[in-house]
């Protein structure tokens, strides 16, 4: 599955979790969009909220330690996989975090 933007180097926001819906605010790195953009992704049908849980929880303390609750984050990149049975899999990665491996059906990217 391919994104329409190119997300190394982007910035993360904001990540949050509502009911098996995780999101991500993401201001996409001016060299490759200049005048920056910001878009916001919903993964849909994530089946093990338990990591989404964990790793938010590790983001808020990388937050906190930083001062700010939206203490922007450098991403790594953003990987998608398909999967059998109408599953993808995502890996996201960013800094001072583990990487974040996770199971949906249907994303969404709007700016």
């Known amino acids: 599955m391919e994104t329409e933007y190119v997300y190394h180097d982007a910035v993360l926001l904001k990540a949050a ?14 060299v490759y969009y200049p005048g920056g953009k910001e878009v916001r992704f919903e993964f ?4 093990d909220v338990s990591v989404f849980e964990h790793w938010l929880r590790q983001y808020a303390a990388v937050c906190v330690e930083d001062g700010d609750d939206e203490c922007g984050l450098r991403v790594e990149g953003l ?4 999967r059998e049975g109408g599953l993808f899999t995502a890996r996201f990665a960013c800094d001072y975090l583990p ?4 199971n949906f059906s249907v994303l969404r990217e709007t700016v």
Do not use: D, H, Q
């Open 79 to 82: 990987a998608i996989t398909g």
């Open 17 to 30: 979790l509502a009911g098996r819906v995780f999101s991500l605010n993401v201001w996409l790195y001016p």
């Open 99 to 102: 990487v974040l491996r996770f």
């Open 44 to 47: 849909e049908g994530c089946t």
